[in-house]
């Protein structure tokens, strides 16, 4: 249940920096654009970027530990971006999907993703009751 939460609050994220117009980043529907089709497009690219994060994230933070110890965590952003500009890629070859203008756009619109998922981290977190 913990992955379908988290796949629904990163297409909510993802649907907000969408609204934010300096990040350059979109999202293109699936033919024909109506709100079904764009709801179902965010949920596909939070489940695709949900899926990178799991498995390159993973590896890319295993990889790079040495370089957030120097820079106290700071790399994080530009994995974060990476891995938001890698979901692009994934996403560009058919007609739908996400699209980010840049690489440090990129990673402007991962922190923005971060803090999201962050403050709804926070409100549906399960309480342990003991």
């Known amino acids: 249940m913990g992955f379908l939460v988290r796949i629904v609050v990163n297409a909510f994220a993802i649907w907000i920096v969408t609204l934010i117009p300096p990040l350059q980043v979109t999202v293109v529907p699936f033919p024909p654009g109506e ?18 994060n799991m498995f390159v994230g993973t590896v890319l933070r295993v990889l ?12 994080s952003l530009i994995v974060n971006g990476f891995l938001l500009w890698l979901t692009a890629w994934l996403t560009h ?8 203008e ?20 926070i409100f549906l977190r399960p309480n342990d009751k003991r």
């Open 102 to 121: 840049s690489f440090w756009w990129g990673v402007l619109a991962a922190l923005v993703i971060t803090v999201i998922n962050w403050v709804a981290g």
């Open 35 to 52: 709100l079904l089709q764009e709801i179902l497009t965010l949920l596909v690219i939070a489940a695709i970027f949900a899926l990178v």
């Open 93 to 100: 070859w058919w007609s739908w999907g996400l699209r980010v």
């Open 64 to 75: 790079a530990f040495p370089i957030y110890i120097l820079t106290l965590g700071l790399f």
